[in-house]
Nanobody, 126 residues
Framework: HLSLVASGGGLVQPGTSLKLSCVASGPGFDAYAVAWFRQAPGKDRVWVSC????????GYADPVRGRFTISRDNVKNTVFLQMNSLNTGDTAAYHCAAGIMSYGSCPKKMEEIYSWGQGTQVTVSS
């Protein structure tokens, strides 16, 4: 079973940056594609970004494209989400999640997820 632990959230001002980490434990991490979802208070959980098992073919939701960058280090069993130019609309609990996908693809829907990590809170406020 793959376990995921997300960290790196915090309270930041608009226009600043944060880097989230998702550390996996368990066998076969490099076989999993990984995604980040976020859930704002009172709203549904939505997909933010994903990366394939090999580290290529990243995907981004329109609200974050050009500001967020996803990457992974399969030696350290870690996926990162670099978030730049944060705005109040980015305030949410961010969850990392893993799924088994065909080569070169990554999960964009919750039904494609095999394992969820707990959320790390990101609050963007002046």
């Amino acid at each position: 079973h793959l376990s995921l632990v997300a960290s790196g959230g915090g309270l930041v001002q608009p226009g600043t940056s944060l880097k989230l980490s998702c550390v996996a434990s368990g066998p076969g991490f490099d076989a999993y594609a990984v995604a980040w979802f976020r859930q704002a208070p009172g709203k549904d959980r939505v997909w933010v970004s994903c990366i394939s098992s090999s580290g290529g073919d990243p995907g981004y939701a329109d609200p974050v494209r050009g500001r967020f960058t996803i990457s992974r280090d399969n030696v350290k069993n870690t996926v990162f989400l670099q978030m730049n130019s944060l705005n109040t609309g980015d305030t949410a609990a961010y969850h990392c999640a893993a799924g088994i996908m065909s080569y070169g693809s990554c999960p964009k829907k919750m039904e494609e997820i095999y394992s969820w990590g707990q959320g790390t809170q990101v609050t963007v406020s002046s």
